[in-house]
Protein backbone atom coordinates (compact mmCIF):
# COMPACT_ATOMS: atom_id res chain seq x y z
CA UNK A 1 0.00 0.00 0.00
CA UNK A 2 1.45 3.43 -1.14
CA UNK A 3 1.81 6.29 1.75
CA UNK A 4 -1.57 8.09 2.65
CA UNK A 5 -1.10 11.42 2.17
CA UNK A 6 -4.33 13.91 3.52
CA UNK A 7 -5.30 17.44 3.43
CA UNK A 8 -8.31 18.82 4.92
CA UNK A 9 -9.51 22.10 3.93
CA UNK A 10 -10.33 23.57 0.72
CA UNK A 11 -9.82 27.51 1.08
CA UNK A 12 -6.22 29.03 -0.18
CA UNK A 13 -3.92 26.85 2.05
CA UNK A 14 -5.64 24.02 1.34
CA UNK A 15 -6.11 24.06 -2.36
CA UNK A 16 -3.13 25.74 -3.25
CA UNK A 17 -1.38 22.62 -1.32
CA UNK A 18 -3.38 20.38 -3.01
CA UNK A 19 -1.96 21.37 -6.51
CA UNK A 20 2.04 21.86 -4.99
CA UNK A 21 1.67 18.60 -4.21
CA UNK A 22 0.51 17.13 -6.85
CA UNK A 23 2.79 19.15 -8.78
CA UNK A 24 5.77 17.50 -6.90
CA UNK A 25 5.17 13.84 -6.25
CA UNK A 26 5.29 11.13 -9.01
CA UNK A 27 2.25 9.06 -9.55
CA UNK A 28 3.39 5.81 -7.63
CA UNK A 29 5.17 7.29 -4.93
CA UNK A 30 1.73 8.20 -2.34
CA UNK A 31 -2.42 8.74 -2.82
CA UNK A 32 -4.07 12.22 -1.65
CA UNK A 33 -7.32 12.54 -0.13
CA UNK A 34 -8.79 15.41 -0.08
CA UNK A 35 -11.22 16.52 2.61
CA UNK A 36 -13.46 19.25 2.87
CA UNK A 37 -16.92 20.16 4.33
CA UNK A 38 -17.71 22.81 0.78
CA UNK A 39 -16.83 21.08 -2.62
CA UNK A 40 -15.90 24.46 -3.88
CA UNK A 41 -12.65 26.84 -3.07
CA UNK A 42 -13.91 30.01 -2.47
CA UNK A 43 -11.84 33.35 -3.60
CA UNK A 44 -12.68 34.62 0.11
CA UNK A 45 -10.85 38.15 -0.92
CA UNK A 46 -13.49 38.51 -3.86
CA UNK A 47 -16.21 37.04 -1.89
CA UNK A 48 -17.48 40.39 -0.91
CA UNK A 49 -18.39 41.18 -4.49
CA UNK A 50 -21.38 38.22 -4.44
CA UNK A 51 -22.62 41.01 -1.80
CA UNK A 52 -23.23 43.37 -4.74
CA UNK A 53 -23.78 41.15 -7.65
CA UNK A 54 -24.46 37.46 -6.47
CA UNK A 55 -24.47 36.00 -10.38
CA UNK A 56 -20.37 37.12 -9.57
CA UNK A 57 -20.38 33.59 -7.02
CA UNK A 58 -19.84 31.18 -10.02
CA UNK A 59 -16.22 33.41 -10.55
CA UNK A 60 -15.17 32.99 -7.03
CA UNK A 61 -16.44 29.60 -6.29
CA UNK A 62 -14.34 27.11 -7.92
CA UNK A 63 -15.71 23.49 -7.94
CA UNK A 64 -12.57 21.17 -6.51
CA UNK A 65 -13.19 18.53 -9.26
CA UNK A 66 -11.65 21.82 -11.45
CA UNK A 67 -8.63 22.02 -8.99
CA UNK A 68 -7.51 18.44 -8.17
CA UNK A 69 -6.01 15.70 -10.24
CA UNK A 70 -8.06 12.56 -11.49
CA UNK A 71 -5.82 10.52 -9.23
CA UNK A 72 -7.22 13.02 -5.90
CA UNK A 73 -9.70 11.58 -4.31
CA UNK A 74 -12.05 14.31 -2.61
CA UNK A 75 -14.18 13.46 0.38
CA UNK A 76 -16.81 15.94 1.15
CA UNK A 77 -17.46 16.92 5.08
CA UNK A 78 -16.75 18.28 8.10
CA UNK A 79 -13.45 16.92 10.24
CA UNK A 80 -14.61 16.35 13.34
CA UNK A 81 -11.57 14.42 15.24
CA UNK A 82 -7.96 13.55 14.18
CA UNK A 83 -6.66 10.53 16.07
CA UNK A 84 -2.97 11.72 16.14
CA UNK A 85 -1.89 7.88 17.59
CA UNK A 86 -3.92 5.66 15.15
CA UNK A 87 -3.35 8.20 12.58
CA UNK A 88 -6.76 8.63 11.08
CA UNK A 89 -9.40 11.53 10.65
CA UNK A 90 -12.79 11.38 11.16
CA UNK A 91 -15.72 13.56 10.10
CA UNK A 92 -19.10 14.78 11.54
CA UNK A 93 -20.70 11.82 9.23
CA UNK A 94 -18.68 9.11 10.49
CA UNK A 95 -16.07 8.68 7.69
CA UNK A 96 -12.59 7.40 8.69
CA UNK A 97 -9.56 8.35 6.81
CA UNK A 98 -6.34 6.76 7.03
CA UNK A 99 -3.11 8.73 6.61
CA UNK A 100 0.50 8.63 6.87
CA UNK A 101 0.73 12.39 6.67
CA UNK A 102 -1.50 15.24 7.17
CA UNK A 103 -2.08 18.64 6.39
CA UNK A 104 -4.36 21.12 8.44
CA UNK A 105 -5.81 23.53 6.47
CA UNK A 106 -9.30 23.82 8.01
CA UNK A 107 -9.42 28.11 8.51
CA UNK A 108 -10.50 30.10 11.01
CA UNK A 109 -13.82 30.82 12.78
CA UNK A 110 -15.14 34.42 13.23
CA UNK A 111 -14.17 35.50 16.71
CA UNK A 112 -16.89 37.44 18.70
CA UNK A 113 -14.77 38.60 21.78
CA UNK A 114 -17.49 37.49 24.41
CA UNK A 115 -19.33 40.25 23.41
CA UNK A 116 -22.82 39.65 24.12
CA UNK A 117 -25.49 39.44 21.58
CA UNK A 118 -22.90 39.65 18.73
CA UNK A 119 -22.85 36.37 17.45
CA UNK A 120 -26.54 35.61 17.52
CA UNK A 121 -28.00 38.85 16.06
CA UNK A 122 -24.35 39.39 13.16
CA UNK A 123 -23.67 38.10 10.05
CA UNK A 124 -20.28 36.74 8.81
CA UNK A 125 -18.52 37.16 5.39
CA UNK A 126 -16.58 32.93 5.46
CA UNK A 127 -18.94 31.07 2.79
CA UNK A 128 -20.64 31.62 -0.29
CA UNK A 129 -23.84 31.32 2.04
CA UNK A 130 -22.41 33.94 3.79
CA UNK A 131 -22.60 36.14 1.03
CA UNK A 132 -25.77 35.34 -0.47
CA UNK A 133 -27.15 35.93 3.16
CA UNK A 134 -25.76 39.51 3.17
CA UNK A 135 -27.00 40.18 -0.44
CA UNK A 136 -30.20 38.98 0.92
CA UNK A 137 -30.49 41.11 3.96
CA UNK A 138 -29.22 44.16 2.34
CA UNK A 139 -31.51 44.06 -0.96
CA UNK A 140 -34.71 43.45 1.77
CA UNK A 141 -33.92 46.42 3.86
CA UNK A 142 -33.56 48.67 1.05
CA UNK A 143 -36.71 47.15 -0.08
CA UNK A 144 -38.48 48.18 3.24
CA UNK A 145 -36.50 51.69 3.47
CA UNK A 146 -37.66 55.22 2.78
CA UNK A 147 -35.64 58.11 1.37
CA UNK A 148 -37.04 59.40 4.76
CA UNK A 149 -36.49 56.58 6.94
CA UNK A 150 -33.23 54.41 5.12
CA UNK A 151 -32.07 51.40 6.18
CA UNK A 152 -29.33 51.38 8.24
CA UNK A 153 -26.15 48.34 7.40
CA UNK A 154 -23.56 48.50 10.32
CA UNK A 155 -20.64 46.85 9.25
CA UNK A 156 -18.40 45.86 12.42
CA UNK A 157 -14.71 45.89 12.25
CA UNK A 158 -12.40 48.21 10.00
CA UNK A 159 -9.71 45.80 8.19
CA UNK A 160 -9.77 44.58 4.87
CA UNK A 161 -13.22 42.32 4.63
CA UNK A 162 -14.94 44.97 6.83
CA UNK A 163 -13.88 47.69 4.52
CA UNK A 164 -13.92 45.80 0.71
CA UNK A 165 -17.93 44.38 2.26
CA UNK A 166 -18.73 48.01 3.26
CA UNK A 167 -17.86 49.13 -0.40
CA UNK A 168 -19.80 46.72 -2.18
CA UNK A 169 -22.61 47.59 -0.01
CA UNK A 170 -22.60 50.90 -1.24
CA UNK A 171 -22.13 50.03 -4.69
CA UNK A 172 -25.19 48.16 -4.07
CA UNK A 173 -27.20 51.14 -2.88
CA UNK A 174 -25.98 53.50 -5.44
CA UNK A 175 -26.52 50.86 -8.51
CA UNK A 176 -30.19 50.71 -7.29
CA UNK A 177 -30.69 53.85 -5.99
CA UNK A 178 -31.66 52.12 -2.44
CA UNK A 179 -32.26 53.94 1.01
CA UNK A 180 -29.62 52.88 2.70
CA UNK A 181 -26.70 54.35 5.17
CA UNK A 182 -23.95 52.41 5.41
CA UNK A 183 -21.74 52.87 8.62
CA UNK A 184 -18.30 51.27 9.76
CA UNK A 185 -17.72 50.57 13.52
CA UNK A 186 -14.19 50.26 14.62
CA UNK A 187 -13.00 50.24 17.92
CA UNK A 188 -9.36 51.25 17.17
CA UNK A 189 -8.89 55.16 16.59
CA UNK A 190 -8.44 54.37 12.51
CA UNK A 191 -9.66 52.37 9.66
CA UNK A 192 -7.59 49.81 8.72
CA UNK A 193 -5.61 49.71 12.16
CA UNK A 194 -2.20 49.46 12.64
CA UNK A 195 -1.10 50.08 8.89
CA UNK A 196 0.78 53.44 7.73
CA UNK A 197 -1.03 56.43 8.42
CA UNK A 198 -0.53 57.07 3.92
CA UNK A 199 -2.53 53.95 3.10
CA UNK A 200 -5.63 54.72 6.40
CA UNK A 201 -5.61 58.49 4.79
CA UNK A 202 -6.27 56.86 0.91
CA UNK A 203 -8.73 54.36 2.21
CA UNK A 204 -10.87 56.84 4.52
CA UNK A 205 -10.75 59.55 1.45
CA UNK A 206 -12.61 56.97 -0.53
CA UNK A 207 -14.81 55.71 2.38
CA UNK A 208 -15.82 59.55 2.26
CA UNK A 209 -16.23 59.87 -1.21
CA UNK A 210 -18.67 56.59 -1.28
CA UNK A 211 -20.73 58.41 1.72
CA UNK A 212 -19.44 55.72 3.59
CA UNK A 213 -19.49 56.56 7.40
CA UNK A 214 -16.50 56.08 9.76
CA UNK A 215 -17.20 55.58 13.63
CA UNK A 216 -13.89 54.92 14.93
CA UNK A 217 -12.53 54.68 18.89
CA UNK A 218 -15.31 52.92 20.84
CA UNK A 219 -15.56 49.23 20.66
CA UNK A 220 -19.07 47.20 20.20
CA UNK A 221 -20.15 46.27 24.11
CA UNK A 222 -23.13 44.72 23.45
CA UNK A 223 -25.51 43.71 20.73
CA UNK A 224 -28.89 42.98 20.54
CA UNK A 225 -31.63 42.79 17.57
CA UNK A 226 -32.20 46.66 17.04
CA UNK A 227 -28.72 48.08 17.94
CA UNK A 228 -25.44 47.99 18.63
CA UNK A 229 -24.35 49.42 22.04
CA UNK A 230 -20.63 51.46 21.72
CA UNK A 231 -18.00 52.29 24.72
CA UNK A 232 -16.90 51.15 28.05
CA UNK A 233 -15.01 48.86 26.50
CA UNK A 234 -11.10 49.85 26.15
CA UNK A 235 -8.27 48.36 24.10
CA UNK A 236 -6.77 46.21 27.04
CA UNK A 237 -10.60 43.88 27.27
CA UNK A 238 -9.18 42.71 23.93
CA UNK A 239 -5.34 42.62 23.71
CA UNK A 240 -2.72 44.05 21.35
CA UNK A 241 -3.20 40.69 19.19
CA UNK A 242 -6.98 41.48 19.13
CA UNK A 243 -8.65 38.61 21.36
CA UNK A 244 -10.21 38.64 24.68
CA UNK A 245 -13.32 39.85 26.57
CA UNK A 246 -15.60 42.23 26.52
CA UNK A 247 -16.60 43.69 30.05
CA UNK A 248 -20.09 42.84 31.27
CA UNK A 249 -22.99 44.74 29.49
CA UNK A 250 -24.35 45.35 33.31
CA UNK A 251 -21.05 46.93 33.96
CA UNK A 252 -21.37 49.63 31.05
CA UNK A 253 -22.92 52.79 31.46
CA UNK A 254 -24.51 53.74 27.74
CA UNK A 255 -24.77 57.19 27.22
CA UNK A 256 -27.37 58.21 23.99
CA UNK A 257 -25.02 58.96 21.53
CA UNK A 258 -23.39 55.46 22.27
CA UNK A 259 -26.20 53.51 20.58
CA UNK A 260 -26.85 52.40 17.20
CA UNK A 261 -29.54 51.53 15.06
CA UNK A 262 -29.20 49.15 12.84
CA UNK A 263 -31.35 47.13 9.92
CA UNK A 264 -28.10 44.65 9.34
CA UNK A 265 -24.82 44.23 10.78
CA UNK A 266 -22.24 42.31 9.34
CA UNK A 267 -19.43 41.53 11.57
CA UNK A 268 -15.32 41.23 10.36
CA UNK A 269 -13.84 41.78 13.61
CA UNK A 270 -11.46 38.93 13.98
CA UNK A 271 -10.64 35.63 13.56
CA UNK A 272 -10.40 32.20 16.11
CA UNK A 273 -9.57 28.84 15.72
CA UNK A 274 -12.76 26.32 15.26
CA UNK A 275 -13.66 24.41 18.37
CA UNK A 276 -13.01 21.35 16.74
CA UNK A 277 -9.37 21.85 17.19
CA UNK A 278 -9.47 20.83 20.59
CA UNK A 279 -9.98 17.32 18.89
CA UNK A 280 -7.20 17.34 16.65
CA UNK A 281 -4.61 16.25 19.07
CA UNK A 282 -2.16 18.59 18.78
CA UNK A 283 -0.76 21.78 20.57
CA UNK A 284 -2.37 24.59 20.06
CA UNK A 285 -3.09 28.45 21.19
CA UNK A 286 -5.61 28.21 24.60
CA UNK A 287 -6.51 31.97 23.53
CA UNK A 288 -7.18 31.62 19.64
CA UNK A 289 -7.16 28.03 19.62
CA UNK A 290 -4.67 28.31 16.50
CA UNK A 291 -2.32 25.40 15.96
CA UNK A 292 1.03 26.04 16.87
CA UNK A 293 3.34 25.20 13.66
CA UNK A 294 7.30 25.40 13.18
CA UNK A 295 8.54 26.97 10.04
CA UNK A 296 8.37 23.64 8.54
CA UNK A 297 4.54 23.53 9.06
CA UNK A 298 5.15 20.36 11.48
CA UNK A 299 3.17 20.17 14.85
CA UNK A 300 3.64 18.70 18.27
CA UNK A 301 1.88 15.64 16.38
CA UNK A 302 4.22 13.10 14.21
CA UNK A 303 3.18 13.20 11.12
CA UNK A 304 0.79 16.20 11.39
CA UNK A 305 1.49 19.74 9.07
CA UNK A 306 -0.75 22.59 9.69
CA UNK A 307 -1.01 25.84 7.80
CA UNK A 308 -3.10 29.22 6.85
CA UNK A 309 -5.44 30.70 9.41
CA UNK A 310 -5.16 27.15 11.08
CA UNK A 311 -1.75 27.65 12.38
CA UNK A 312 0.46 29.93 14.24
CA UNK A 313 3.04 29.35 11.65
CA UNK A 314 7.03 30.18 13.56
CA UNK A 315 8.27 32.63 12.04
CA UNK A 316 11.69 35.11 12.62
CA UNK A 317 12.04 36.49 16.24
CA UNK A 318 9.68 34.64 17.87
CA UNK A 319 6.63 36.17 15.49
CA UNK A 320 3.75 34.54 13.79
CA UNK A 321 2.82 34.49 9.74
CA UNK A 322 -0.03 36.85 9.15
CA UNK A 323 -3.17 35.05 8.61
CA UNK A 324 -3.84 36.69 5.45
CA UNK A 325 -4.54 35.03 1.82
CA UNK A 326 -1.27 35.93 0.81
CA UNK A 327 0.36 34.21 3.45
CA UNK A 328 -1.31 31.27 2.47
CA UNK A 329 -0.86 30.90 -1.17
CA UNK A 330 3.05 31.65 -0.15
CA UNK A 331 2.96 28.75 2.27
CA UNK A 332 1.10 26.61 0.18
CA UNK A 333 4.00 26.02 -2.42
CA UNK A 334 6.22 25.01 0.32
CA UNK A 335 3.72 22.85 2.11
CA UNK A 336 3.22 20.78 -0.89
CA UNK A 337 6.47 20.36 -1.42
CA UNK A 338 7.37 19.39 2.11
CA UNK A 339 4.44 17.15 2.00
CA UNK A 340 5.98 15.28 -0.69
CA UNK A 341 9.54 15.18 1.24
CA UNK A 342 8.14 13.76 4.26
CA UNK A 343 7.02 10.96 1.75
CA UNK A 344 10.74 10.55 0.47
CA UNK A 345 12.22 10.97 3.79
CA UNK A 346 13.76 14.20 2.84
CA UNK A 347 14.69 17.14 4.67
CA UNK A 348 12.28 19.84 4.93
CA UNK A 349 12.02 23.21 3.81
CA UNK A 350 11.66 26.59 6.20
CA UNK A 351 9.06 29.17 5.09
CA UNK A 352 9.28 32.33 5.99
CA UNK A 353 6.34 34.98 4.76
CA UNK A 354 7.44 37.92 2.19
CA UNK A 355 4.91 40.89 2.08
CA UNK A 356 4.43 41.81 -1.32
CA UNK A 357 1.81 44.66 -0.24
CA UNK A 358 -1.95 45.31 0.02
CA UNK A 359 -4.49 45.98 -2.33
CA UNK A 360 -8.10 46.41 -0.69
CA UNK A 361 -10.97 47.79 -3.02
CA UNK A 362 -13.63 49.94 -2.11
CA UNK A 363 -16.42 49.28 -4.26
CA UNK A 364 -15.00 50.09 -7.78
CA UNK A 365 -12.07 52.15 -6.75
CA UNK A 366 -8.58 50.25 -5.12
CA UNK A 367 -6.10 51.18 -3.18
CA UNK A 368 -2.34 49.90 -3.46
CA UNK A 369 0.32 50.08 -0.83
CA UNK A 370 3.69 49.22 -0.62
CA UNK A 371 3.25 46.76 -3.60
CA UNK A 372 6.49 44.70 -4.78
CA UNK A 373 5.77 43.72 -8.34
CA UNK A 374 8.37 41.76 -9.77
CA UNK A 375 11.37 42.68 -12.21
CA UNK A 376 10.91 46.59 -11.24
CA UNK A 377 9.82 48.87 -8.54
CA UNK A 378 6.86 51.23 -8.10
CA UNK A 379 8.02 54.27 -7.67
CA UNK A 380 4.83 55.78 -5.28
CA UNK A 381 3.79 53.64 -2.26
CA UNK A 382 0.53 54.08 -1.95
CA UNK A 383 -1.92 55.07 -5.10
CA UNK A 384 -5.45 54.43 -6.93
CA UNK A 385 -7.01 54.45 -10.29
CA UNK A 386 -6.42 52.24 -13.22
CA UNK A 387 -3.16 50.53 -11.71
CA UNK A 388 -4.12 49.96 -8.56
CA UNK A 389 -7.36 47.91 -9.81
CA UNK A 390 -5.61 46.37 -12.53
CA UNK A 391 -2.65 44.81 -10.09
CA UNK A 392 -6.17 43.63 -7.98
CA UNK A 393 -7.65 42.45 -11.02
CA UNK A 394 -4.37 40.59 -11.92
CA UNK A 395 -3.77 39.05 -8.14
CA UNK A 396 -7.14 37.38 -8.42
CA UNK A 397 -7.05 36.30 -11.82
CA UNK A 398 -3.50 34.58 -11.60
CA UNK A 399 -4.75 32.77 -8.21
CA UNK A 400 -7.38 31.75 -10.23
CA UNK A 401 -4.96 30.43 -13.38
CA UNK A 402 -2.78 29.22 -10.90
CA UNK A 403 -5.10 26.50 -9.24
CA UNK A 404 -7.42 25.79 -12.48
CA UNK A 405 -6.96 27.41 -16.07
CA UNK A 406 -5.98 30.48 -17.87
CA UNK A 407 -9.97 30.91 -19.29
CA UNK A 408 -10.94 31.05 -16.13
CA UNK A 409 -9.14 33.33 -15.22
CA UNK A 410 -9.62 35.24 -18.36
CA UNK A 411 -13.43 35.00 -17.45
CA UNK A 412 -13.04 36.07 -13.75
CA UNK A 413 -11.08 39.09 -14.86
CA UNK A 414 -13.99 41.92 -15.28
CA UNK A 415 -15.74 41.06 -12.13
CA UNK A 416 -12.79 41.18 -9.76
Not at 193 to 211: F, H
Amino acid sequence: MSTQVVVVGAGYAGAGTVKAFEDAIEPDEAELTWVSEHDYHLVLHEAHRVIRKPEVESKVAIPVEEIKSDDTEFVRGRVTEVDADERVVRTRAGDEIDYDYLLLAVGSATAFFGIDGLREHALTLKTLDDAREIHQAVKTAGEEATTTDPAKVIVGGAGLSGIQSAGEIAEFRDDHKAPIDVEIVEGLDSVFPNNDPEVQGAIRKRLDGKEIGVSTGEFISKVDEHAVYLGGAETEYYGEDGEGDAPAPEDIDFSDDLVMEYDVLLWTGGITGHDEVDDFGVDADDRSGRVYAESTFETSADGVFAIGDTALVEQDDDEVAPPTAQAAWQAADVAGENLARAVRGAPLKSWRHEDKGTLISIGEEVVAHDVQAPGFKIPVNTFGGPAAKALKKGVASRWIADVTSLGRAVNAWGDM
